[in-house]
C-alpha cells in the first residue's frame, strides 16, 4: 500500500530528543516517514543520535534548545520551518527529575524545576502553536506527562507538581487551540527503562517497589511510549484532544500494595 506510514511528509519538533524517550520517539517518527528535528541541552548527544538517524535514511536535523528559555524555543519553531519548510507535530518532552526531600528544597531548586518542566513545556507548546496558527497548519501538540501526575512520591515534589500542571496545561491548550485545528494531547508513562527512571530503578530495593506497583511486573521500554505518540501525531486520534493516555502497565488501577510474588 502506498504511503502506508503514519506520518509521511510530517514534520516533527522533539525535545529532550538527545536521550530516552525523545530519541526514541524521534526515531519511531522517522520510521513513520516524518521529518524530526531533534533537540536537547545535550548537543553532543542530540547530534549524534540526529546522525544515526540520518544514517539510517532519515530526513533529520539537531539543534540546540533549552525550553526554559522561550527565546530558544521559538527559534527551534522556527529552524523546523526553515529547514524543512513546515511545522505539524510539537512533542514537548524535556525534564528533569530532581530527588530533594520537601524539607530540604530550596528556592532555586523549585525554580530550576518549574522552569524546564513546566514553563519549558508551556513556552514549547505556545511556540508551537502559534507557528502552526501562523501557517493554517492543522497540527498536534503531544505533551509528556506522568503518573505523577495523579499519584506522588513524596521526594519529587516539584517534578510531581510540574506533570499535575501540565496535565491541566494540556488540557487548557487542547480547548484554545481547538478552533485552529490544532489537537493537544499528553502520554502519561509510568516507569520507563531510561537514564532518567534508573536514577531511582538502578537500586534494587526501588526496582521491587516499582514492580510491586506495576501489575504488569516490569518497567516499560521507549518504544512502548513512542508508538502512542505516533498514534496521537497521526490522523489515527483526529477526534482525540485534552486528553492523557496512560501508559503503566496497569499501576493507576492498582489501589492497594501486593507483592510481585502473589500476582
Ligand atoms: N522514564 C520514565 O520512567 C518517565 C516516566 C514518566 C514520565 N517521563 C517523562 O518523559 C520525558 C522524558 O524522560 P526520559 O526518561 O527520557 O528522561 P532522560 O533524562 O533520559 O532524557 C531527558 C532529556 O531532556 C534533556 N533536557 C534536560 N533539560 C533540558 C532543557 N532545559 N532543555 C532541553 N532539553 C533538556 C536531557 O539532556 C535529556 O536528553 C520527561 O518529560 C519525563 O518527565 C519519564
Known sequence: MAN?????????????????????????????????????????????????????????????????????????????????????????????????????????????????????????????????????TPGAIINMSSVNAVVAIPNAVAYGACKGGVQQLTKTMAIALAKHGIRVNAIGPGTIATEMAMQIAQDPAALRKIRQRTPMDRMGEPAEIASIAVFLASDQSSYVTGETIYADGGRLGLNYMMDVADQ
Request: include cysteine; glycine fraction near 10%.
Open 4 to 136: 502506508a506510514r503514519a506520518l509521511n511528509g510530517k514534520i516533527a519538533v522533539v525535545t529532550g530528543a538527545a536521550q530516552g524517550l525523545g530519541r526514541a520517539i524521534a526515531a519511531r517518527f522517522v520510521h513513520e516517514g516524518a521529518a524530526v528535528l531533534l533537540s536537547d541541552i545535550n548537543d553532543k548527544k542530540g547530534q549524534s543520535a540526529a546522525d544515526t538517524l540520518e544514517a539510517s535514511g532519515g530526513r533529520v536535523a539537531y539543534v540546540h534548545c533549552d525550553v526554559s528559555k522561550p527565546e530558544e524555543t521559538a527559534a527551534l519553531m522556527q529552524a523546523a520551518v526553515e529547514i524543512f519548510g513546515g511545522l505539524d507535530i510539537a512533542v514537548a518532552n524535556a525534564a528533569v527529575l530532581d530527588l530533594t526531600d520537601f524539607l530540604e528544597i530550596t528556592p532555586e531548586d523549585w525554580e530550576r524545576v518549574l522552569s524546564v518542566n513546566l514553563s519549558g513545556f508551556f513556552y514549547t507548546g505556545q511556540a508551537a502553536a502559534r507557528e502552526m496558527v501562523d501557517r493554517g
